[in-house]
């Protein structure tokens, strides 16, 4: 009989190395084996798929409860309601359009679509003005200096204070009192002076000319208002794009006999551009979710729809679901636009 002191053989040594590499294989087999999954899912687009199933829960309550289906077709508008029907009429033999083409009008995600995209475009040029102007602020002339550099630098010293005064002005008040202001305060003021001072001079050259009719309560008011607020934050995005551009290159380009015009055309502003695209690109898709503050003035946009229908239907839940839901496409499509955008700009620079 073997004492229990007695050391292990060298077959058990050997049974037991094995056995220990055996186990340590399967450990690493395992571990790359959840690595992968975690890859996979770390590259996997989750928060996209959650999303997707948000609008098929969607999509799958229209049969089942017609309130869904109802508050869609109202919200939606005129325009999206008559393509959707165009759509729903391919290669049917027959087709009832439920929308008569010749009375559309702009409301719903039509009318939200255009205010953003305009009023967006429009507050570009005034952030890239006002950029430009905060980004060179003036420089005291010489002292042996012509009297018409003295005008013009002080005539640059009141405009740089204007603008600055603009841009924080914007940026003090809330987005929806200063439209308010621009609804009851700042346009009919411009149209008064319109109607009164312009529009006769133009009338003198084309007696057709009519007066500027434009109200309170009309979109453009808003797409006014939301330029203005957004124009003076872009021109804060501008301004330190601008101001990140070396000043060598300037400098070069001055060197090179191009005007301070030509140096910021084709130097400064192309390269100030590229790099401040992220920026831009989230204040577009702020800009369609401040669309939803127009409602204020009654204007017909998709929040303001949603008001109309529950307050006639009293059906809160399902309305504001779609209306959630619209929101949700709209920016989401913008999001994956301003990422398409990046990766192409990433890919020219390379």
């Not at 010749?102 to 953003?116: D, E, K, Q, S, W």
């Not at 005008?151 to 008040?173: A, D």
């Not at 001079?201 to 203005?228: F, H």
Request: proline share 6%.
């Amino acid at each position: 009989m073997s004492s229990r002191n007695e050391p292990p053989s060298n077959d058990q040594l050997l049974t037991n190395d094995f056995l220990e590499q055996e186990e340590k294989a399967k450990r690493r087999g395992n571990s790359r084996f959840w690595l992968r999954v975690w890859g996979v899912l770390y590259r996997s687009p989750l928060w996209f798929l959650l999303f997707i199933a948000l609008f098929i829960s969607l999509l799958g309550s229209f049969p089942t409860d017609p309130d869904y289906e109802k508050s869609w077709n109202y919200i939606r508008g005129d325009h999206v309601a008559y393509l959707a029907d165009m759509i729903a009429c391919l290669g049917a033999e027959t087709c009832n359009v439920r929308v008569d083409p010749t009375t559309l009008t702009t409301n719903g995600i039509t009318l939200t679509i255009y205010l953003a995209v305009t009023s967006y475009i429009m507050a570009i040029i005034i952030g890239l003005v006002i950029g430009i102007i905060r980004a060179n602020p003036p420089k005291p002339p010489q002292t042996n200096s012509k009297p018409l550099r003295w005008v013009s630098s002080f005539m640059r010293l009141i405009l740089h204070n204007l603008v600055t005064f603009y841009v924080e002005f914007m940026r003090g008040v809330p987005s929806i009192v200063f439209i308010l202001v621009a609804a009851f305060i700042i346009v009919p003021t411009l149209r008064d002076f319109v109607n009164t001072q312009i529009v006769p001079v133009l009338q003198t050259i084309n007696p057709n000319v009519g007066n500027w009719t434009i109200r309170a309560l009309d979109p453009g008011t808003g797409m006014i208002a939301l330029a203005m607020i957004y124009g003076a934050y872009l021109s804060e995005i501008f301004r330190a794009g601008i101001q990140n551009v070396p000043k060598g290159q300037a400098e070069a380009a001055r060197s090179l006999g191009m005007t301070y015009a030509q140096t910021m055309r084709h130097v400064v502003v192309p390269q100030a551009i590229r790099a401040v695209i992220p920026p831009l690109g989230n204040d577009f898709i702020a800009i369609i979710k401040d669309t939803s503050l127009l409602t204020i003035l009654g204007v017909n946009e998709v929040t303001q729809l949603a008001r109309k229908w529950t307050g006639s239907q009293f059906t809160y839940l399902e309305t504001y679901f779609v209306l959630t839901a619209v929101y949700l496409a709209m920016t989401i499509t913008g999001s994956l636009i301003v990422q398409w955008v990046e990766r192409q700009l990433k890919l020219h620079e390379r």
